[in-house]
């Protein structure tokens, strides 16, 4: 079984130990946690008033609203219960890449672990999908401590494939997430857009809430090199021995119009567009996050 030390240090565990991963929607999940449930109780929070029929426990009658309108009525409340998290890894040839020190691969393996470990800390379950242009390998979500192991072996064992259709798999994948919870996308989201929010779409339609870790490698970012360079595909045998100083401008062009109609669309569907980079700790980038998105 792999080990928690092959992932992630003692300092990564520290910098996201009382860190919480909460729904801001409604999920459904059978044990009692920290997220609402749709499901109607008698416990927790208050929802709503309903008015009495015949057969309902007199003990949840709501005595003062009869005091003031001579009639019965009952308080629903809403049951906390557990998230069903499933952290989605791309595991296609461009997050193979690496300019220098580590690949996107390697940081997204690293940034689901420390996902799971959170997960499963507060008592959530969390499933796991890697995929290039097909789902490769499909846990669904588990709770036990166990599960953990069975997580980190799967990501362990994920190498970089060939190419990638995002917006495929993730219509493969939306009948086989058939309850809502919270999915995790960590990809470098190399795709068609409009199809990628439309996929997105889907998800945003079976009611789950999507958050994505968009990875960058720096130099995919600022585009440093400044001489003739060979610049070859990641995902299959392609490449072009090309003057970057005549490239530049173009590149980061384009690059500017990706990530702007990429952002403006999950905006637009209320997906969380979060971009890391892999020379910024991945710890430190998913407590960032989540502190923000707590206070939000």
């Known amino acids: 079984m792999a080990e928690i030390s092959k992932f992630l240090t003692a300092k990564d565990v520290q910098t996201v130990s009382n860190l919480q991963i909460l729904a801001r929607q409604v999920v ?153 919870g919270l999915l995790v996308i960590i990809s470098d989201c190399f795709a068609d857009v409009p199809s990628l929010l439309k996929s997105l779409a889907h998800f945003r339609h079976a009611h789950h809430e999507i958050i994505i870790f968009q990875v960058w490698d720096r130099a995919e970012l600022d585009f440093p090199f400044d001489r003739w360079t060979r610049f070859e595909s990641m995902e299959d045998e392609a490449f072009h021995l090309i003057d970057p100083a005549h490239v530049k401008k173009n590149y980061m062009k384009r690059l500017e119009e990706f990530r702007e109609q990429l952002t403006k669309g999950c905006h637009r569907h209320k997906v969380d567009l979060v971009p890391v980079v892999t020379d910024e700790p991945f710890a430190e980038a998913l407590a960032k996050y989540l502190t923000l998105r707590s206070r939000r």
């Open 28 to 180: 459904e999940g059978f044990c009692t946690g920290l997220h609402r449930s749709p499901n109607k109780g008698y416990s927790v929070e208050f929802r709503q008033h309903r008015q009495y029929v015949h057969g309902d426990e007199i003990r949840h009658l709501d005595w003062k609203v009869y005091g003031k309108s001579d009639r019965f009525y009952i308080r629903e409340y809403e049951e906390e219960t557990n998230l069903r998290g499933t952290l989605l890894v791309d595991a296609s040839g461009s997050m193979d890449y690496a300019s220098e020190g580590i690949s996107k691969l390697f940081y997204a393996t690293r940034l689901a672990a420390c996902l799971a470990h959170l997960m499963l800390q507060q008592a959530d379950g969390v499933g796991l999908v890697t995929f290039d242009k097909k789902v490769r390998k499909f846990i669904p979500a588990r709770s036990t401590a166990k599960h953990l192991s069975v997580c980190f072996d799967a990501l362990e064992s994920t190498k970089a494939g060939g190419e990638t259709e995002l917006s495929k798999v993730f219509k493969e994948l939306v009948p086989k997430l058939q309850r809502r």
